[in-house]
């Protein structure tokens, strides 16, 4: 039994930051990719950004690139995303993502947390 929780979201100004956290807790599982997603109303839910165990390499959305970092804390199995010059255009419910290795790959989904980027 694995599960996700998102932390950090809120309400933020156009131009401004905010660092979104997401904590895994289970046992006996490996992590293979943590990553972010979001959903904006009436959209589907994209991909923002992800970050493997091995050599930590990470991937990112266009719209995203310059202004998200992602990083993992390996000892607390957490993910962190910190948004800079956030848009309101970023406005969604944002969603943590693991994806548990094995001989059968498992992903799991937080219950997200709203973003809400406005003046």
């Known amino acids: 039994q694995v599960q996700l929780v998102e932390s950090g979201g809120g309400l933020v100004q156009p131009g401004g930051s905010l660092r979104l956290s997401c904590g895994v807790s289970?046992?006996?599982?490996?992590?293979?990719?943590m990553g972010w997603y979001r959903q904006a109303p009436e959209k589907q839910r994209e991909l923002v950004a992800t970050?493997?165990?091995?050599?930590?390499?990470?991937t990112y959305a266009d719209y995203v690139k310059g202004r998200f970092t992602i990083s993992r804390d390996y000892a607390n199995n957490t993910v962190s995303l910190q948004m800079n010059r956030l848009k309101p255009e970023d406005t969604a419910v944002y969603y943590c993502?693991?994806?548990?290795?094995?001989?059968?790959?498992?992903?799991?989904w937080g219950k997200g947390t709203l973003v809400t980027v406005s003046s």
């Open positions: 970050i493997t165990t091995s050599g930590g390499s990470t």
């Open positions: 289970g046992r006996d599982f490996n992590i293979y990719v």
């Open positions: 993502n693991v994806v548990l290795g094995g001989l059968r790959p498992v992903v799991h």
